[in-house]
């Protein structure tokens, strides 16, 4: 290739070489990104559906984060978000805990969460919880009361607005790495998270 050909060449096919330049940048980002990303066995993911939380909120999370925790992972959603079941269907089985309306339950499998017992809660807390139970079977805490407008992280979360309240629950996903003795793992950074937030007081 002559010079004038390559000249016109460069001319011509400059657009490709900005183009392969912008996205060889970007796989670089990526890839960093995705390396120096914490792993499942350094976050706690908690899936949270809620009308609002305060400023403070995260400040919180990371308070009671365990030292062996890079993260705890927030994935917070309002109750009316548009793609709220695609959301779900996304990023809660993945989720370590998930705190979610009433309404909102046909999205997930329960059978995919912790069989609790009053042992086991009891372990997590003084507090009395009711139920969330399919065939007497137990499988989520009843963490805010449509009734007594009362719940866990009173400060912090709110869970309802008043023209639209309702029962919210707490499940614990039986295959995550951080619930130590309850499902065999060397990790209990989810049962040390769930005290914290059960037992919290403003």
Not at 168 to 187: D, E, T, V
Request: with cysteine.
């Amino acid at each position: 290739m002559t010079k004038s050909e390559l000249k016109t060449h460069i001319q011509t096919k400059w657009i490709y070489y900005i183009l392969s330049i912008f996205a060889a940048f970007i796989v670089s980002i990526l890839s960093i990104t995705i390396a120096s990303a914490p792993t499942k066995k350094e976050k706690v993911s908690i899936f949270l559906t809620c009308y609002n939380v305060e400023d403070n909120f995260s400040a919180y999370m990371d308070s009671i984060k365990p030292d062996y925790l890079e993260i705890i992972d927030l994935n917070i959603r309002h109750k009316e978000d548009t793609y709220y079941g695609m959301v779900v269907s996304a990023f809660v089985k993945d989720a370590d805990i998930v705190l979610i309306p009433e309404s909102k339950i046909e999205y997930i499998n329960v059978r995919d969460f912790l069989i609790l017992n009053d042992d086991i809660v009891n372990e997590l807390t003084e507090k009395h919880f009711d139920y969330y139970s399919i065939d007497d079977i137990k499988y989520g805490l009843k963490i805010y009361s449509k009734d007594s407008k009362e719940g866990i992280l009173k400060g912090l979360v709110t869970f309802n607005q008043e023209e639209s309240d309702e029962n919210c629950y707490l499940f614990i996903n039986n295959k995550s790495l951080h619930m130590g003795k309850y499902n065999n793992s060397k990790y209990d950074g989810a049962i040390n998270i769930l005290k914290e937030i059960l037992n919290y007081e403003a």
